[in-house]
């Protein structure tokens, strides 16, 4: 299949730009940014990055068997952008659930989804690609393919291979090779962490996610089966 390209140099958010224009839009259109002007990250963060410096993009998607599908996806889209690493040789990626890229504990690249339940999903992702500073007081420490490798990459080349996995892959319906990879990247497998579910606290050890993509939590007395949220690790 074949998708669809639209670049701004420069744009409030990729994600804005397909919320507000998904009804004129078709699947696996994607949009990408040299610069964000208010990009967003989840919890109502703030994702900045330099111009022209990293990958940025958005892309839509309105098929209703995809759309059913939808905890999966932002999964299904960080495996996307780990599978691409390994493949430019980078080693010890791993992904945190639900949507985070990792290399050597640093993150790289955070997914945001957005949409309306089996109307329309929008899947955001900013991968760090040659910066090389970044601000003080992140949350945690992040990290770039430039400073991972010490040279700098093509980001349009990246861009292309990753759109093209990503329209192939989500095509194939087929999860059972994503969980298999996820399987062996779980960043958060055998951790202590905290959740909240309905605003009340559990803690326990990560042990795995099951065939749905939930996250799957060991506490002292059950075994919880997460399909959203933030993980802390303790
Ligand atoms: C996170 O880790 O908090 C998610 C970050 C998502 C950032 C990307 S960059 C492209 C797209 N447009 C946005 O405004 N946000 C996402």
């Not at 890229?101 to 690609?129: A, H, M, P, S, T």
């Not at 291979?161 to 779980?186: A, G, Q, T």
Request: charged share 25%; glycine share 6%; with cysteine.
């Amino acid at each position: 299949m074949n998708y669809h390209v639209v670049h701004f140099d420069e744009i409030d958010s990729t994600n804005n730009y397909l919320k507000n224009s998904y009804k004129l839009l078709n699947d696996f259109t994607f949009v990408t940014a040299d610069y964000q002007s208010k990009g967003k990250g989840r919890n109502d963060r703030v994702w900045s990055s330099n111009k022209g410096e990293n990958l940025m993009f958005s892309f839509l998607i309105k098929n209703p068997a995809l759309l059913r599908k939808y905890g999966a996806l932002s999964l299904i889209t960080a495996i996307e952008v780990a599978k691409l690493l390994e493949a430019y040789n980078f080693k010890e990626v791993r992904i945190k659930w639900p949507n985070d890229v990792f290399i050597n504990d640093k993150k790289v690249c955070g997914i945001l989804l957005e949409g309306q339940i089996l109307e329309y999903l929008v899947i955001g992702v900013g991968l760090n690609v040659n910066q090389k500073i970044f601000p003080d007081g992140l949350r945690r420490p992040a990290t770039s393919l430039s400073l991972e490798m010490n040279k700098s990459f093509d980001i349009k080349e990246i861009e292309k291979e990753l759109f093209s996995n990503i329209v192939n892959d989500y095509l194939s319906l087929n999860e059972k090779p994503f969980l298999e990879y996820f399987r062996n990247h779980n960043y958060l497998l055998n951790k202590r962490v905290r959740v909240l579910i309905n605003d009340e606290p559990f803690i326990g050890e990560v042990v795995g996610i099951d065939d749905n993509f939930y996250l799957q939590i060991k506490t002292r007395d059950m075994l919880l089966h997460i399909d959203s949220g933030e993980i802390e690790i303790l």
